[in-house]
T-cell receptor, first 111, second 111 residues
Framework: DTAVSQTPKYLVTQMGNDKSIKCEQN?????MYWYKQDSKKFLKIMFS???????INETVPNRFSPKSPDKAHLNLHINSLELGDSAVYFC??????????FGSGTRLTVV | EDQVTQSPEALRLQEGESSSLNCSYT??????LFWYRQDPGKGPEFLFT???AGEEKEKERLKATLTKKESFLHITAPKPEDSATYLC????????????FGTGTKLQVIP
């Protein structure tokens, strides 16, 4: 059973479209995250939720909106996609100060 | 702002040739330093957490150490399957426990 699963794995879409990425964890962790990894492999935090409450909201365009219906799920909706949004998006979860468990990533390509 | 710098950017080793990867950091109060391994097309995989200067952790051919300014990941007698990108990250002691990643060291072990 996959610990942190995110779908889809690949997403190719045109500029201006709206898309969503879903994430689910079965580890019972309290905190979930969205990270963006650019072409240079740099991982940057976007959002963090703890028990469905938003606790980290970095400088991200408001076209990006996270939603956490329960502590096992954290989805990412992106409006009006732009070329610069192309990247790999990772969902992760953690408990307390322990290391993260990452999903396998969603490669978003905006054309 | 918290900062993590990893060196070298890339490292090529012969099988059995031991070496070290460096992670220098500045953080407003260190809660933990993490090492991850990332294989191509996959999410980062958690390796170690170090919490205080002087601490060491080992796993197979890997050994992580921590000082007040940097961490080292020592690789003893590496094998080709150790080839991956190794990421370092720090968690600050602020209320939101924000984690900042470095850009990684891409390790290639040649048979």
């Amino acid at each position: 059973d996959t610990a942190v699963s995110q779908t889809p794995k690949y997403l190719v879409t045109q500029m201006g479209n709206d898309k969503s990425i879903k994430c689910e964890q079965n580890l019972g962790h309290d905190t979930m995250y969205w990270y963006k990894q650019d072409s240079k492999k740099f991982l940057k935090i976007m959002f963090s939720y703890n028990n469905k409450e938003l606790i980290i909201n970095e400088t991200v365009p408001n076209r990006f909106s996270p939603k956490s219906p329960d502590k096992a799920h954290l989805n990412l909706h992106i409006n009006s996609l732009e070329l610069g949004d192309s990247a790999v998006y990772f969902c992760a979860s953690s408990q307390y100060n322990y290391g993260y468990t990452f999903g396998s990533g969603t490669r978003l390509t905006v054309v | 702002e918290d900062q993590v710098t990893q060196s070298p950017e890339a490292l090529r080793l012969q099988e059995g040739e031991s070496s070290s990867l460096n992670c220098s950091y500045t953080v407003s109060g260190l809660r933990g330093l993490f090492w991850y391994r990332q294989d191509p097309g996959k999410g980062p995989e958690f390796l170690f957490t170090l919490y205080s200067a002087g601490e060491e952790k080992e796993k197979e051919r890997l050994k992580a150490t921590l000082t007040k300014k940097e961490s080292f990941l020592h690789i003893t007698a590496p094998k080709p399957e150790d080839s991956a990108t190794y990421l370092c990250a720090v968690m600050n002691s602020g209320g939101y426990q924000k984690v900042t990643f470095g850009t990684g060291t891409k390790l290639q072990v040649i048979p």
